[in-house]
């Protein structure tokens, strides 16, 4: 069983809906993230929160908003999303980084999006 | 531009058979390196981290780090049909500026 749990597994939301992608880790991990992963293709990163504040945001569209309310939780608000933003969304998680090293990511199971 | 490179196979191998997955990153300054297995459709799974040269092993798993030749292998003996997946090497620097940097993956295939 993974310790990042994401909900929902699925979700089919149209261009004019609002919906959020929540996670949350028991693993005590300061660290979390936020990555979209197309068909064959690796994951690509879209905001890092490091102890709750937003530390990358790597030049994510504005529809896409995300929300730290604690050290456990991260939500992803969705708003407007066009049908190329149709992916898999990954939660992870860790350990801090340190100065000279990265931990390594604990994923979540993933949301399936599709944008009608 | 940080790379991850890998061939992106698809890699055939025996069942039983020693499985060879390469990866080379340009990052000079990379020190942590680590291995996903991913399923169709599922979410990437780590199977070994490795921070300093040489090998280091896990059950059916051995990843090496030749940070002079910049790569990474990760040699998975006995394959197993449930092998069958797609490998993401991952390289990252650390510090602010260090995010892991995905390679795009070798999808390996073990044939009964």
């Known amino acids: 069983d993974t310790e990042v749990t994401q909900t929902p597994k699925h979700l089919v939301m149209g261009m004019t809906n609002k919906k959020s992608l929540k996670c949350e880790q028991h693993?005590?991990?300061?660290?979390m993230y936020w990555y979209k992963q197309k068909a064959k293709k690796p994951p690509e990163l879209m905001f890092v929160y490091s102890y709750e504040k937003l530390s990358i945001n790597e030049s994510v569209p504005s529809r896409f908003s995300p929300e730290c309310p604690n050290s456990s939780l991260l939500n992803l608000h969705l708003h407007a999303l066009q049908p190329e933003d149709s992916a898999l969304y990954l939660c992870?998680?860790?350990?801090?980084?340190?100065?000279?090293?990265?931990?390594?990511?604990?994923f979540g199971n993933g949301t399936r999006l599709t944008v009608t | 531009q940080k790379e991850v490179e890998q061939n992106s196979g698809p890699l055939s191998v025996p069942e039983g058979a020693i499985a060879s997955l390469n990866c080379t990153y340009s990052?000079?300054?990379?020190?942590?390196f680590f291995w996903y297995r991913q399923y169709s459709g599922k979410s990437p799974e780590l199977i070994m981290s490795i921070y300093s040269n040489g090998d280091k092993e896990d059950g059916r798993f051995t990843a090496q780090l030749n940070k002079a030749s910049q790569y990474v292998s990760l040699l998975i003996r006995d394959s197993q049909p449930s092998d069958s997946a797609t490998y993401l090497c991952?390289?990252?620097?650390?510090?602010?500026?260090?995010?892991?940097?995905f390679g795009k993956g070798t999808k390996l295939s073990v044939k009964p």
């Open positions: 992870a998680s860790s350990q801090v980084r340190g100065l000279n090293y990265n931990s390594p990511l604990h």
């Open positions: 991952a390289a990252g620097g650390g510090g602010s500026q260090g995010n892991l940097i």
């Open positions: 693993m005590g991990h300061r660290a």
């Open positions: 990052d000079r300054g990379s020190q942590s």
